[in-house]
């Protein structure tokens, strides 16, 4: 690829689209409604749309706290950051990138005032927000709506990064966990950094109903930089998405990040390329494709074909990563099935890193924030407890940069002493899916929900963060 195929997207000639943003909005905005789930007849002007508001008006986020109770505990869980998000940095890309030229990013210490509060193990979390979606799928008998429903799990997981641009998750240490129950949406997640070179993450998330579904993931990345953009490419194992009610493997690859205007001008992500999710049982795949902007397509557009086992077309679905997606009726194209729709974003997002709702956390176990219920569960390893992510999370950036600097040679001073590191969590094993390199995927190896640390076992070298 050369630098001037990421000129402003304007520049390219692309095939004239639908305007899906378009379709939805009319579907939002339609009086009439009708049952969940049912086709939707529309038109260039429809006056008959969905049942339920899927995009209900932005969340006024009005306090700072917010008590529920919880077996019995009142837990007081916060709806919005200790203090505002850091104001753009003075710092120069563009230098840090001539320091670095030739080299991979994701290898290379920034410097805090770029990130945002949220380790890559929480930021894997994050796309979980929509993980509903697969027990809609498990709960499917037809194989055609069960693959919609996983590649609409599929596109959720980018809606979150829509406001990010500009800024960066921090970098785990090795060893450093995060953890995540929801019982609201139905799912428990684990992840671990399994390897500092190359960084490896791996994490295993699974309903908390009985033979629903399970999902794992081994996430590596390398970057490229182009002059006016940063690619990130995912270069880790397939998503595996396993249904266990049927008995079927999904598997699809994430598709390129680029971050335009790194330089100058407004920054903005798009995630663009081929996404094939692909049922290894029945032979169905559906191929979606993330489309860059264009004078003649709008941002952020994915369109989606389903085949089956013989390569006939079956199905079509198509939507927006950051907005939603629908199911689109193969001999009416007007008839729209609303599959997913994303969540409205906080009205102080802006202020706050460009979090959603979910990541914020307003009422259930939170993805930052260290509540009552979870204190005594927690590992020392995990996320929410690295102090200079908590410094920076309460505005005191020049203590974090110093503490981030402390945190990082100790490692360095740790991994001379030990430089054979073994996770605890995930080991590695075949993976029939994975393409090149051994063949082999960090996968969970079932021990953690147990919580041996509580009871002091195997907590040697657990205190990453002292």
Known sequence: MEEDDED???????????????QFDELDNASESSSRGELLHTSNAPSVATVDKFRAATLAVVATQHSVKDEGVTIVRRTKLPSKGAPDSPISMISILRRNVGKDLSTVSMPVALNVPLSLLQGLAEEMEYAPLLEKAANASDPITRILYVASFAVSGYASTLLRAGRKPFNPLLGETYELVRQDKGFRFISEKVSHQPPILAYYCESLKPNSYAVFHESQG???FWGKSLEIVPTGSAVHVHLRSHNEIYTFHKVSTFM?????????????????VTNHTTGHRCILSFREAGWLSGKNEIFGTVLDDSGTEVGKMSGRWDDGVCRNDLENPDKLEILWKATPWPSNTQEQFGFTSFAINVTFNSCTEITADIAAELPPTDSRKRPDQRLYENGDIESAEAEKARLEQAQRERRKLSPNHKPRWFEKREDPYREGGDGMTWQYNGRYWDRPWKSGLGTEGMEIFA
């Open 260 to 276: 335009k205007n790194i330089i100058a001008g407004t920054k903005y992500l798009e995630h663009v390329g081929e996404l094939t």
């Open 8 to 22: 402003e997207a304007e520049d390219t000639e692309q095939e004239v689209l639908p305007d899906t943003a378009d």
């Open 222 to 224: 390398k970057s490229r």
